[in-house]
């Protein structure tokens, strides 16, 4: 991928200079879903997928960006002082938000750059392609352009561009994976925070598989904000009754004693989510922790039941996928991943069964749906990085 980038970039923008690569992955997450604007934990892990790029700096004002896999778009061109927020989610949309974010938060950008990039990843799977992007162009940003800011403060501008930029409310746990990453590894982080430990993914005979449904999911400016307003509201309502910062606070026994103050029956339902989904996320790392892998496999099919009937993330094309998984023996668990409404499963299968999870799998999922999925074997890889 990086020789034909800089084949390109050399063509379009000329090959004299310090040019250098780069590379920001995008996640998986194994539990801990919409939890992450809760205050609650997740554990995603960066994978060896994601986006590349090669960039020069300028000495102007003026960026420049070309994606080879949107060569239709041609080059895009801004300058960094007169960026606007705006809703329309190109690939471009993300790169301009993140310039625009780091001056937002208090981090000069000094000047421009040009840059080639292109992904190995899906975009619209639910992999967060985007917080790659985003975590692409604050890892040039702090490296090329010699800005001080340290891979956690990446993160944090990455999901401060999305928010305020892109208009998605997203919470931190994709641009904190893809910033943060680590080989071999997943990330459990409590959102409250950001308080984070890295736990071995030294899976002896299971490996981790992503059926991407290919339904395309729409997150920005839609549901994905309506659970986050609705979960907002619970909790104003608890914080009548009980004194939290966050849903994340409540253990289930606490939920259930003050859950009556919760008084519109949706809001319930989604903050009875976030809370058990928190609690099962941290017992799922305590039973990884203990080498107690079908403990973790039966927290994930919880998880997927709670995010289909409580939080109402789910679609028909993920629960075929979840539930054809549970009837087979080889799989320790199963479940969607990511924001929802359409995108990816994650399961945990039998090393020597994957070949026939992707062949039975695909089989019926094309029967019941029409749709032919795609299978990736997850390769927990390293964060946002120069190479
Ligand atoms: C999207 C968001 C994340 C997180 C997940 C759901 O990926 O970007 O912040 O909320 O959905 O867990």
Not at 77 to 90: Q, R, S, V
Request: glycine share 10%; with cysteine.
């Amino acid at each position: 991928m990086i020789e034909e980038l800089l084949k390109v970039f050399k063509e379009k923008f000329g090959d004299e200079g310090d040019i250098r690569c780069y590379f920001a992955p995008g996640r998986v997450n194994l539990i801990g879903e919409h939890t992450d604007y809760n205050g609650g934990h997740v554990f995603p892990c960066a994978l060896s997928m994601g986006n590349y790029g090669v960039a020069r700096k300028r000495n102007d004002n003026i960026v420049r960006w070309f994606n080879v896999n949107y060569a239709d778009n041609g080059v895009q061109e801004a300058d960094i002082t007169k960026l606007a927020p705006n809703d329309h989610g190109y690939w471009y949309d993300y790169q301009q938000g993140v310039v625009w974010a780091f001056g937002q938060m208090g981090h000069k950008v000094p000047c421009g750059y040009d840059m080639v990039m292109g992904g190995d990843m899906p975009a619209g799977s639910g992999l967060s392609a985007s917080a790659s992007i985003e975590e692409l162009c604050a890892v040039i940003i702090k490296d090329l352009l010699e800005v001080d800011v340290d891979m956690v403060e990446c993160a944090k501008i990455g999901q401060y561009s999305e928010n305020k930029f892109n208009g998605m409310n997203c919470g931190i746990m994709d641009q904190f994976a893809s910033a943060m990453g680590k080989k071999d590894h997943a990330i459990f982080l409590d959102t409250a925070t950001l308080n984070f430990d890295y736990v071995p993914l030294n899976l002896k005979n299971e490996k981790i598989v992503i059926t991407n449904s290919k339904v395309k999911h729409q997150l920005a400016g839609s549901a994905y904000n309506d659970r986050r307003n609705e979960s907002e509201r619970a909790l104003k309502m608890l914080q009548k009754v009980v004194n939290i910062n966050t849903l994340g606070d409540l253990t289930e026994d606490e939920f259930e004693k003050y859950k009556d103050a919760i008084t519109d029956p949706v809001c319930l339902k989604r903050a009875k989510h976030a809370v058990y989904e928190n609690q099962r996320t941290i017992k799922a790392v305590e039973a990884l922790k203990n080498d107690d892998i079908s403990a973790f496999g039966k927290l994930m099919n919880a998880s997927h039941v709670s995010l289909r009937d409580d939080y109402e993330v789910s679609c028909k094309e993920l629960d075929i996928l979840a539930e054809e998984a549970w009837k087979l023996p080889s799989v320790i668990g199963s479940r969607m991943t990511g924001g929802g409404f359409g995108g990816c499963t994650v399961s945990i299968v039998k090393s020597d069964a994957v070949n026939e999870f992707i062949e039975k799998i695909g089989k019926v999922y094309k029967e019941r749906t029409g749709k032919s999925a795609e299978f990736y074997i997850a390769d927990a890889g390293d964060g946002a990085r120069r190479l």
